[in-house]
């Protein structure tokens, strides 16, 4: 009985992993070859795409790990120290948290604004590469925001990104 039940649970993996896996391809793969020049909607979706993850990442940041961190944490350790740097000054813990959610936010956006001149100068330099290793171009998005919970708040977020984006 535990092999029919673990050759149906290996099936249907990998029916969803198959399905998964050309979603991806269809969404992420390259839509013309390299040789074909570039037009003006080249990657375009794709992009749309990794700035509603940067959004959806930052809310997660400012409504969910940062409160998170403020208040539920009882221990003191690198990365409460990075998320709360600037941010103790307040007097209230409502204040703290709104920092803390602030500078979280500064940190998904920020990467997507790093990446996405990165990308550009990119494009500049080989105008093809807009619609090409969308997958590699997520995970390294990923990679950055993932960096960044371990880069303190000041300077970096509150006094130098923030004057940068407004």
Known sequence: MAAIISAVVTGVTWCFCTATASLLSSCCGNDKPSSIPPSATSGRKRSVFLLFV?????FAFQYGLAPYIINDVPIDNFITDQWTDGCMQYATEA????CAGNNGAYRAIGSAT???VLAGLASLCKPSANREAWPAKYV?????VGATIVIPNEPVFSDIYLQIAR
Do not use: N
């Open 54 to 58: 940067a959004v959806g990442i930052a």
């Open 95 to 98: 204040l703290r948290e709104r």
């Open 114 to 116: 790093f990446f996405f």
């Open 140 to 144: 390294l998005f990923i990679f950055l």
